[in-house]
């Protein structure tokens, strides 16, 4: 049946959602009351952002993402696909002042399907690798994986990497 749709018609086709200052949102999505969002940032389609969020500037925040009410991102956060960062330790509480946003500092990245506990904080461009749960707070330019996670390298070797792959991937092409 999608072959006989014209492409206007599909309602697999998202569209975007201009929210000012230079920041999208791919609908649908769901933006809470009272979030702050920065400038040129992105939001993902089906991605759920609770209430009194505060989103810096400059973030990427992927598809089917999910941020509880009240958590923190500082500018420049990537959120991977499908991540989760949780409000509530003991749910569900229902009571706001049990709650234990997370926070997230400038330039960290959170791997896709990643899970942040209540009251986790991830440092100054820390990473999350993909897939992993974190139960306690990671300090700046540090990053963890696993479940629960745990310790692997410093940012700058992760950079490091990183470069190595962009290097080794030109020479192939």
């Given at each position: 049946?999608?072959?006989?749709?014209?492409?206007?018609?599909?309602?697999?086709?998202?569209?975007?959602?201009?929210?000012?200052?230079?920041?999208?949102?791919?609908?649908?999505?769901?933006?809470?009351s009272e979030t702050r969002i920065g400038g040129n940032c992105s939001i993902g389609s089906l991605a759920h952002i609770g209430r009194n969020v505060s989103i810096?500037?400059?973030?990427?925040?992927?598809?089917?993402?999910?941020?509880a009410d009240g958590c923190h991102l500082g500018d420049k956060v990537f959120i991977g696909p499908n991540a989760t960062l949780l409000n509530d330790k003991y749910?569900?509480?229902?009571?706001?002042?049990?709650?234990?946003?997370?926070?997230?500092?400038?330039?960290?990245?959170?791997?896709?399907?990643?899970?942040v506990n209540a009251g986790c904080s991830i440092g100054r461009r820390s990473v999350l690798g993909a897939g992993s749960t974190l139960t306690r707070s990671i300090p700046d330019e540090e990053v963890w994986v696993g479940n629960p996670a745990v310790f692997l390298m410093k940012r700058h070797t992760y950079d490091e990497k990183q470069r190595q792959l962009d290097i080794d991937t030109s020479r192939e092409n």
């Open positions: 049946m999608r072959d006989s749709m014209s492409k206007n018609a599909s309602p697999f086709h998202g569209q975007s959602v201009d929210l000012g200052n230079g920041s999208i949102a791919w609908s649908p999505c769901h933006i809470g810096g500037d400059g973030c990427r925040i992927q598809g089917s993402a999910y941020i749910p569900p509480s229902g009571n706001p002042q049990q709650w234990q946003p997370v926070h997230i500092a400038e330039a960290a990245v959170i791997g896709g399907g990643a899970t």
